[in-house]
């Protein structure tokens, strides 16, 4: 049997929690008193001393390309210096809780809505990007199957084509953003991250209440 698609089809995405772990349940308690939220930012993860929290490696990235005549060139580079970032997880496991020194969490039932609820609150964000962490031994990504972009690769300019900054946006894609050391694994990070028109250095502490809607206390 066909299927008529001139009446428009209901479709929806099955959404999985994750949980913001706390070392502290006044901080879960203060978010659902008054919405008070503490947000990051790749610059702090970078300093972080203890190994399960902080990676010196984040927001690094290298895209790499072979041409027709198998020469191999690449870009080193950085990204997330405008960036506010919550780190989440999807499962809550003993390991996982001792690594964040985990008293309680905020249940977030819904992680688009609750994003773009807080995005509301903070200066200057215009975008967001939300996703799972990857697992990988290595930072290097050869661009292979994205055939639409080898030749591209070759031509890009950064210093006389502002195109070029936008291609390279589409051929890298965040993947950066999301790259962890395969030691991380366990940790299972689900990674919220806003995007400002300004510079971000340090963590920042908003007040919305009305995310508070989309979230449950837990204690461990």
């Not at 947000?39 to 990676?55: A, I, V």
Request: net charge negative; glycine share 4%; hydrophobic share 35%.
């Amino acid at each position: 049997m066909t299927h008529s698609f001139n009446t428009p089809v209901s479709w929806s995405i099955k959404k999985e929690p994750i949980y913001r772990i706390l070392d502290d349940v006044k901080w879960m308690e203060n978010f659902f008193e008054t919405g008070e939220l503490m947000l990051s930012c790749f610059n702090n993860f970078k300093s972080y001393k203890d190994e399960m929290q902080g990676d010196l490696e984040e927001g690094h990235g290298v895209l790499g390309n072979t041409d027709e005549k198998g020469n191999v060139s690449a870009y080193i580079y950085d990204s997330g210096s405008n960036a506010y970032v919550m780190s989440t997880t999807t499962v809550l496991t003993d390991i996982v809780k001792k690594d964040f020194k985990g008293k309680c969490a905020i249940k977030i039932m819904h992680p688009t809505y609750f994003a773009l609820e807080i995005s509301k609150k903070l200066p200057y964000v215009l975008s967001g990007l939300e996703g799972h962490c990857d697992y990988l031994n290595t930072r290097v990504h050869f661009l292979e199957k994205e055939v639409e972009y080898k030749k591209s690769f070759e031509k890009l300019d950064f210093e006389n084509d502002r195109n070029s900054i936008e291609l390279f946006k589409e051929m890298t894609n965040g993947k950066e953003l999301f790259l962890k050391d395969k030691k991380y694994r366990h940790q299972n990070e689900y990674r919220l991250i806003w995007f400002s028109k300004e510079y971000v250095n340090e963590s920042v502490v908003i007040k919305c209440p009305e995310a508070r809607s989309f979230c449950e206390p837990l204690t461990f």
